[in-house]
């Protein structure tokens, strides 16, 4: 979906505008797909989730008019839609949750190229249900920040996989920061912030920033005084986690360092635009996990990892994976094989289990003290996962 300017693609680095190679549209093979190559199959289905919890999944639209929106000034305050995945209390019957609205998919759809159906893909098949009864107890929370240019539900495997192991998960999505996020009032916010950046003077470290006061107001209304309270009970406030995919995984790092309920962070990828603070994240743990490439190895053309990897004051991991590239720790993977699309040497399931395994390892050792041997160093289960600067 090479559709934005390569200046824009080149200024955002690992963070680009645009989707890589395996989902351009540009190219023989992503352009005029083999008709056998595209499955019979009409709908995409997402791998079960691998822990012992069944799911439930709600939206949550909030609205900080605390501040403007950076990108749109005019509207009544800063957007905001929420979804959380969540244990639930037992299995159950009816339908399952819907991965996307319509509009959402058509609109991913047409950047994805011919031969995807953005019908096809809002009937992704998902494993939660919508509205179930929560499980009883508390569990950490984690939030989930997507890539510039496409929605929360890009992210929905590894959040259902979190929800299955225990914890409460809320992907969050930012206003006019993807190609299409529907919002109550049967509305839909497009990619401002996309033409934004592409015509330049407005630094991708806006984006970081604003992402940060969204998890601010997030983590107020979820955990704070005023918090949504049918929700708030299931949530313990003192074990928040945050992981995101390109710029927002950027954004784990800034929003650790703003604001200190963030516990722990992952960097699914993406490049940091801001540098941390002298006092790092006052010895919080952090994770890098990333391409085993030109990327995002040590010296590599994203020099950000090298520049922050120092400033890491506490537990800290540079993890790289051979085969990966840049959108393999998300649905992408998945999405992609179905559709025909041109596919990354590493394999779709081994793509979904690496990027599972490892996030939810980090949060089971930090948010919950359960010791993670896989988080040691290379394990001859994934021979695809390296260890750097140990």
Not at 6 to 30: E, F, Q
Not at 51 to 77: E, F, I, K
Not at 88 to 115: C, D, F, H, K, V
Request: proline share 10%; glycine share 10%.
């Amino acid at each position: 979906m090479n559709r934005l300017s390569g200046a824009a693609a080149a200024a955002l680095l690992a963070c680009s505008l645009a989707l890589p190679a395996t989902l351009a549209t540009a190219g023989p093979a992503a352009a005029d797909p083999a008709p056998a190559a595209v499955p019979a199959v009409t709908r995409v289905v997402l791998p079960a989730p691998t822990g012992p919890y069944a799911l439930g999944r709600t939206v949550l639209p909030l609205v900080d008019r605390s501040r403007a929106d950076p990108w749109v000034p005019s509207a009544d305050g800063r957007e905001l839609m929420v979804t959380l995945h969540y244990p639930a209390a037992r299995r159950g019957g009816g339908r399952p949750a819907p991965y996307a609205t319509a509009e959402e998919a058509r609109l991913l759809a047409e950047q994805l190229g011919p031969g995807v159906s953005g019908d096809v893909l809002a009937r992704t098949r998902t494993h939660s249900r919508p509205d179930a009864r929560p499980a009883p107890g508390r569990h950490p929370l984690v939030l989930l920040s997507p890539g510039f240019g496409v929605s929360r539900w890009t992210l929905t495997h590894l959040a259902e996989d979190l929800a299955s192991r225990g914890y409460v998960v809320a992907s969050v999505d930012h206003a006019y920061e993807s190609y299409g996020i529907s919002v109550p009032g049967g509305r839909t916010l497009t990619c401002v912030a996309c033409t934004a950046l592409d015509e330049g003077g407005v630094h991708p470290g806006v984006v970081t920033t604003t992402r940060a006061a969204d998890v601010r107001h997030v983590l107020d209304r979820l955990t704070g005084p005023r918090p949504v309270r049918r929700y708030a009970d299931m949530i313990d406030a003192d074990r928040i986690g945050m992981a995101g995919h390109s710029i927002g995984g950027a954004s784990a790092a800034t929003a650790m360092a703003a604001d200190p309920r963030v516990d722990a962070g992952v960097n699914m990828d993406g490049a940091f635009w801001e540098d941390l603070p002298t006092e790092g994240l006052r010895g919080r743990p952090f994770m890098m996990l990333g391409t085993h490439d030109a990327t995002h190895l040590p010296g590599g053309t994203d020099a950000t990892w090298d520049r922050t990897w120092p400033g890491l004051d506490g537990w800290k991991r540079w993890i790289t994976v051979s085969g990966a590239e840049h959108f393999t720790f998300s649905d992408a993977p998945v999405i992609t094989r179905h559709f025909g699309l041109p596919q990354p040497e590493l394999p779709t399931e081994r793509a979904v289990a690496i990027t599972r395994t490892y996030v939810a390892a980090f949060f089971d050792q930090h948010l919950r003290r359960l010791p993670r041997p896989v988080l040691d160093g290379p394990s001859p289960a994934n021979p695809e996962v390296h260890f750097q600067h140990r």
